[in-house]
């Protein structure tokens, strides 16, 4: 999982309100503590869980299956597309 800038940014302003007020040289070191954190919270397996992707993505080959003969060359896209909504806090 890799956050957009704007994530981050995101992110930082709902750990410190005061982020937007802070020298450019804070809120970068900030931002590069967020990403550490992220990525250690990651690492422990804290923040995905391995049995509902892949339950997700059985889903939509399951639904490429349904729809007919050669239809599960569109999983693949389908299955990228959960990544991005994830991404957004959605559920496709």
């Known amino acids: 999982m890799t956050p957009t800038d704007a994530q981050v940014r995101s992110a930082c302003l709902s750990y410190r309100h005061d982020y937007g007020l802070l020298p450019a040289d804070q809120r970068a070191r900030l931002q590069f503590e967020a990403r550490e954190w992220l990525h250690a919270w990651l690492k422990e397996g804290i923040g995905c869980d391995r ?3 892949i339950e997700e993505c059985a889903a939509v080959i399951d639904q490429c299956n349904r729809e007919g003969p050669y239809q ?3 999983a693949a ?3 990228r597309a959960l990544k991005t909504n994830q991404s957004r806090g959605q559920r496709a």
Do not use: C, G, L, Y
Request: proline letters at 11%; glycine letters at 0%; a neutral charge.
């Open 51 to 53: 049995n509902e992707v």
């Open 72 to 74: 599960a060359i569109a």
């Open 77 to 79: 896209p389908r299955i």
